[in-house]
């Protein structure tokens, strides 16, 4: 089965700049969604098809794929992003994959 | 605006039955794939079940397939994820999903989720 890994945490003082990643084998020919999970509440996604942003989320957030690692890049990081942070996949019908997930610590 | 909204959860004994519901409004529900995605406590997501507009074409992951069973009644609204057989490994938050741009898309929109507990 498809693997996707992700770092368990990434750690960023406020206003850097936090590059959460997600490694599969040549990811780059999949498309990669990503999803922020605060404390105690469901997933919300904020990046889609490898890099589009839906409607409401900050333009700080963006993402990248190529060779075999997709990137989630939050930029000028506030407290408010911290939480979990989940790539996906779809790999074929009856088989959609989440990475294990990264928590963001600001 | 979209909601979806999960109940059913709940404590069970193992080898128990459960049956989930998701009540579905601010969208045309007949016209979208659905999931159940479920998350162990402290763990990550996982991918449970997935189910095409008209019900013809539905997926179980392979860790519950032949326990679980994923359905909906587009005249209601409502998607559904009958359990049995439940085991403590079972025990998570079953979260309901709209699925964009079916099959190969992402999940847009998510209920609050329900506890399911699998313990004596």
């Known amino acids: 089965s498809y693997v996707l890994t992700q770092p368990p945490s990434v750690s960023v003082a406020p206003g850097e700049t936090a590059n959460i990643t997600c490694e599969g084998d040549n990811i780059g020919i999949k498309n990669v969604h990503w999803y922020q999970q605060r404390p105690g509440q469901a997933p919300v996604v904020v990046v889609y098809?490898?890099?589009d942003r839906p409607s409401g989320i900050s333009e700080r957030f963006s993402g990248s794929n190529s060779g075999n690692t997709a990137t989630l890049t939050v930029t000028r990081v506030e407290a408010g992003d911290e939480g979990d942070y989940y790539c996906q996949v779809w790999v074929r019908s009856g088989d959609w994959v989440f990475g294990g997930g990264t928590t963001l610590t600001v | 605006e979209v909601q979806l909204v999960e109940a059913g959860g709940g404590l069970v004994q193992p080898g128990g039955s459960l049956r989930l519901s998701c009540a579905a409004s601010g969208f045309t529900f007949s016209s979208y794939w659905m999931s159940w995605v479920r998350q162990a406590p402290g763990k990550g997501l996982e991918w449970v079940a997935t189910?095409?507009?008209?019900?013809?074409?539905?997926y179980i992951v392979d860790s519950v397939n032949g326990r679980f069973s994923v359905s909906r009644d587009n005249a209601k609204n409502s998607l559904f994820l009958q359990m049995n057989g439940l085991r403590p490994e079972d025990t998570a938050v079953f979260y309901c999903?709209?699925?964009?741009?079916?099959?190969?898309?992402?999940?847009?929109?998510w209920g609050r989720g329900t506890l399911v507990a699998v313990s004596t």
């Open positions: 098809y490898d890099f």
């Open positions: 189910i095409s507009q008209q019900g013809g074409q539905k």
């Open positions: 999903a709209l699925l964009e741009s079916a099959p190969g898309g992402y999940f847009k929109n």
